[in-house]
């Protein structure tokens, strides 16, 4: 079993709580990256109503987390979050792709998506930080060599080109 890795004061949690939480989550976390004003995750349901109350936990938490903070009261999120049904395994490596590749849009990481600290695309390209708090496999397994062909897939992907990028290649 890989363990929880991630060594920063934010995350100074007890090992035996860390374990606790992958064995009871609501939801599998496949991929994320967080954006200065919005954020992606790409998760897997492990039991009915699971995303709900997964993000309810997530906005709710941060909500007060940013309020306690910075002194402020209210709302933090300017809507209810949005989902989308992955219905095929094309539909499921493109919307990885278009999640990992969105560091893009900030031209001081755009080639550089990868090092994109708040992101878990150099999770799957390098070091897993999160351990079994991030599941690879779906991804990782469907390429022969996993780490490098899911990067391949990715140098290679048109999620989040321009469209002057797009013409270049047609």
Known sequence: MRRFSVKHS???IDEEVVLAIVREKYVGLIGFCLMP???HML???K???GIARYMQRVLNGYT???NAKYGKSGHLFQGPYKTVHVGTNEQ???LSSYI???PRELAEWRGKEHKYPWSSYGDYVGNNRWGDLLEQDILLEQFKNEKEGYEAFLTSSTAKLSFEEL???Y
């Open 10 to 12: 934010v995350f100074d």
């Open 37 to 39: 004003n919005h954020f």
């Open 64 to 66: 007060k987390y940013y």
């Open 92 to 94: 499921l490596l493109h």
């Open 100 to 102: 990992h590749r969105n």
């Open 43 to 45: 998760v897997v349901e």
């Open 47 to 49: 039991n009915e109503g």
């Open 167 to 169: 013409r270049e290649i």
